[in-house]
């Protein structure tokens, strides 16, 4: 529908037109502003930065037609996030308790048709969501943990994975145990298909907790022996964790350059960086191009 307003995006006639049809969405009919939604996330791909101007008149869009027409909010939070990093970071605080609330509403009534949709445009958010992401921590576990039998397989999969890719944007800190216990126990669970996807996440909080993963090796260990998994990267960062001393202050730098824990996070962010953006599937896609990753020793 919006096809021919790709010609005009090199111009200012567009801007002209923007403040027409968000006049518009906000006066029709519901049918026909939510086809109109639909619309502006392709407008956006186009457009790109110069949609920063009406960011806050497309966010109110989002938030009146949020319990109506999920998906197609969804999918533009997704573009508006790609395209306007830094000026969504701002937005952020108000739109994580609605990603929370999706999560939480598709566990109660077992409709997961939005989540994926979801788990993606979390992860676009890139850096914009690090000061925040602990807030979706607890409803990503309680996604995961085996105790919630009735949670699909692959829906489980998807929240592991979505995991994975926000983790290296947070301050692990005192979150460590409320995330790794979960993990373990879907890598002692029976569902094989998991474990692999488990320990892989668990490998990303190692590395973002550095020597203090020594603490949770053993159970780990045991667990990875009791299913025969053979696992290099988990392998590499038990003995790291067990075998890196800590530096006096005047050797620090030097530490910093040749540990085994700085190349781990160099190869981490690498993995990150080198990623494709997120699509509506999470599990098609990967993430965001910019992480943050902190190294706690001690």
Not at 117 to 138: M, P, W
Not at 206 to 222: H, Q, S
Request: charged share 20%; aromatic share 6%; proline share 5%.
């Amino acid at each position: 529908m919006f096809t021919w307003l790709v010609s005009l995006t090199c111009s200012t006639i567009w801007l002209q037109v923007m403040p027409v049809l968000l006049n518009i969405m906000n006066s029709t009919d519901e049918a026909l502003s939510v086809q109109l939604l639909c619309e502006m996330e392709n407008l956006v791909k186009y457009v790109r930065q110069h949609m920063r101007r009406f960011l806050p008149d497309l966010l109110a869009l989002v938030h009146s037609h949020w319990s109506t027409a999920t998906a197609p909010c969804l999918n533009l939070l997704r573009e508006l996030s790609i395209s306007l990093r830094d000026d969504f970071k701002a937005y952020v605080p108000e739109l994580l308790p609605k990603f929370v609330a999706l999560i939480t509403e598709a566990e109660r009534t077992q409709n997961y048709s939005n989540l994926g949709r979801a788990l993606g445009a979390l992860e676009a958010l890139g850096t914009a969501v690090t000061e925040h992401v602990h807030l979706v921590l607890h409803a990503l576990t309680r996604l995961i943990n085996p105790a919630q039998s009735a949670t699909p397989v692959e829906t489980r999969r998807l929240a592991i994975r979505s995991m994975r890719k926000l983790l290296p944007r947070m301050e692990l800190g005192g979150y460590a145990s409320a995330v790794l216990h979960p993990l373990m126990k879907v890598l002692d669970g029976p569902h094989d298909e998991l474990r692999r996807e488990a320990l892989d996440t668990i490998c990303v909080c190692a590395v973002l907790m550095g020597t203090d993963f020594a603490l949770f090796v053993p159970i780990i260990r045991k667990a990875v022996q009791r299913h025969h998994m053979k696992h290099e990267w988990f392998e590499r960062l038990a003995q790291a964790s067990y075998g890196v001393k800590p530096p006096c202050m005047s050797d620090a730098e030097d530490w910093e350059s040749t540990s085994a824990w700085a190349s781990e996070v160099d190869n981490l962010m690498a993995e990150q960086t080198t990623a494709p953006v997120p699509a509506a599937d999470p599990g098609e896609r990967g993430h965001g191009k910019c992480v943050h990753v902190s190294l706690r020793s001690q």
